[in-house]
């Protein structure tokens, strides 16, 4: 075991039992649709575990408002019921439970089979997307509302945080609603997902008749859940600050640049934090051996145990790794036309992920054809992700667009050094290895401008270069594990947020 000191606090309960507690506790509405470990399709299932807890330690009253999936179900300790609605969606009745989630309040909501979806909450084994999706969101919504006049459960939130699309009709019914009401809060996790639904569905939503209109939910023709958080919330957040800039310009709107341009005001950029407590190279018991900044030498029994487990030959150089989905957002195309070069000069490849037929097929024939150089694994295993960060030496991110990312603040916790895009979170979190930078011990990583083959090429070969540079290497690696990129100070952004809009909800 390792001796190190340990550059952050990993409990949020010594966090908690040490925060100063405001003297009338904030109380949040906290809505969204997955929550780590129990649902997880993406990163947003990670900040809805971390988040909420980070709000805890700082005196928010902070609940989670969730569909009832099975998933979650199954997960939730002390559930009862405490509400029974009628909603104005048909004959759905909806039954609120009460409980908790590793240990975060948390209500469900019952709506006969709406929300018995078995695996994917948002498509079918298909990959198509659930037909009914624009009614269990928009129930999710309007559930959300109706606690802004206190009937349920005796208790009435500040704030109304909603989170993406699945939620962003939350702040329109909201604004229906007469007299005072909540805040509200929209936070944009990806842009490019907006929840379009044909114009036939507006009917069916209980809300205003003026609400279908360029100033509200209509965009093209169509009813846009997205469109309905950006024009109706009382602020707007993103997960990183340069992501907040980039979705007002054309080239990264998604269509939306010019309401996000008219609203800039009520606009920032909240960077999401790393969990540290689930990912931190000295406490991981997934890994082969623990190391940390101070005493890496655990790292190398990662890296020979990864090799050993994807079949890799032993090898004097680095081994890069991607863990992602497989989408043209992601880049994983331009990993796929990089590969030859980097193998060439030394350099090994595990990959982790599912998506696109095409490009998962692109794989399987780069694992077949550079066996012993290449691992591939497809589908998502959490605890593979761990042991593949741990024995890896970079991990590649070349997105094309990325709202925070994760990946490559795991990377930096792991002294896995990130290779990226110059974009979003990306930008925001990894600093290149110039020369400056290496000189001053600030270098965490490599960064390429312009989302090309040959961006990614160059930096790869700038990786290879420090990798031939042992002590530098190590330096890098030093300093990319001394970042702190946890949650308290996202926690304490959102938590004066929400106090800057108490007044709106009194």
């Known amino acids: 075991m390792p001796q190190c000191v340990l550059p952050w606090l990993t409990s949020w309960s010594i966090q908690r039992a040490l925060a100063k507690r405001l003297p009338d506790p904030l109380r949040v509405l906290y809505v969204s649709t997955e929550l780590y470990p ?30 009832a999936y099975p998933a979650l179900l199954q997960a939730a300790a002390g559930l009862r019921p405490v509400a029974q609605l009628r909603s104005p969606f048909g004959d759905i009745e909806v039954r609120l439970l009460y409980g908790q989630i590793d240990s975060v309040p948390v209500y ?80 944009v996790h990806n842009l490019a997902f907006q929840g379009a639904f044909p114009a036939t569905i507006f009917n069916k939503l209980a809300l205003p008749a003026g609400f279908f209109s360029m100033d509200g939910l209509e965009f093209y023709g169509n009813v846009n859940y997205m469109k309905s958080g950006l024009h109706f919330a009382d602020r707007i957040t993103t997960v990183s600050p340069m992501y907040s800039l980039e979705i007002q310009t054309p080239e990264q709107g998604f269509g939306m640049d010019g309401v996000l341009r008219a609203r800039a005001g009520a606009v920032c950029g909240i960077l999401n934090g790393v969990d540290y407590d689930l990912w931190n190279p000295q406490s991981d018991t997934t890994i082969a051996a623990r190391y940390c900044a101070q005493d890496a030498a655990g790292k190398g029994e990662c890296k020979h145990a990864l090799r050993a487990e994807f079949g890799l030959a032993s090898s004097g150089g680095p081994v890069f790794c991607v863990i992602s989905r497989l989408t043209a957002q992601k880049g994983v195309d331009l990993v796929l036309d990089a590969l030859p070069a980097l193998l060439r000069r030394g350099g090994q490849m595990v990959l982790l992920g599912s998506g696109e037929p095409a490009l998962e097929a692109q794989l399987r024939v ?72 290496l000189a001053a011990g600030t270098a965490t990583g490599f960064t390429f401008e312009g989302a090309t083959l040959g961006g990614l090429r160059e930096a790869a070969a700038r990786a290879f270069a420090l990798w031939s540079k042992p002590v530098l290497w190590e330096q890098v690696r030093r300093t ?23 007044p709106v909800a009194q």
């Open 480 to 502: 990319a594990m001394s970042q702190q990129f946890g949650w308290a100070a996202p926690a304490r952004h959102y938590r004066d947020l929400y106090q800057d809009l108490r």
């Open 366 to 437: 780069a694992a077949a054809r550079f066996r012993g150089a290449v691992g591939v694994r497809l589908g998502y295993d959490e605890r593979l992700a761990h042991r593949i960060l741990a024995g890896s030496d970079v991990i590649v991110v070349p997105s094309r667009f990325e709202p925070c990312g994760l990946t490559q603040l795991y990377g930096l916790a792991y002294g896995t050094l990130p290779l990226v895009h110059h974009v979003g979170g990306l930008a925001d979190t990894v600093r290149d290895t110039t020369k400056e930078r």
């Open 38 to 67: 129990a649902l997880k399709t993406g990163g947003l299932a990670d900040v809805n575990a971390a988040l909420p807890k980070a709000l805890l330690g700082l005196g928010v009253d902070i609940r989670l408002l969730l569909p």
């Open 108 to 187: 469900l909501i019952e709506a006969g089979n709406l929300y018995q979806r078995p695996d994917n909450p948002y498509v079918d084994g298909e990959g198509r997307d659930w037909p009914d999706n624009y009614l269990q969101f928009a129930l999710l919504s309007w559930t959300a509302a109706s606690f802004a006049d206190g009937a349920i459960d005796d208790w009435r939130p500040d704030i109304v945080h909603g989170h993406d699309w699945h939620a962003g009709l939350a702040p329109a019914y909201l604004a229906a609603r007469a007299g005072a009401r909540p805040g509200s809060v929209f936070t």
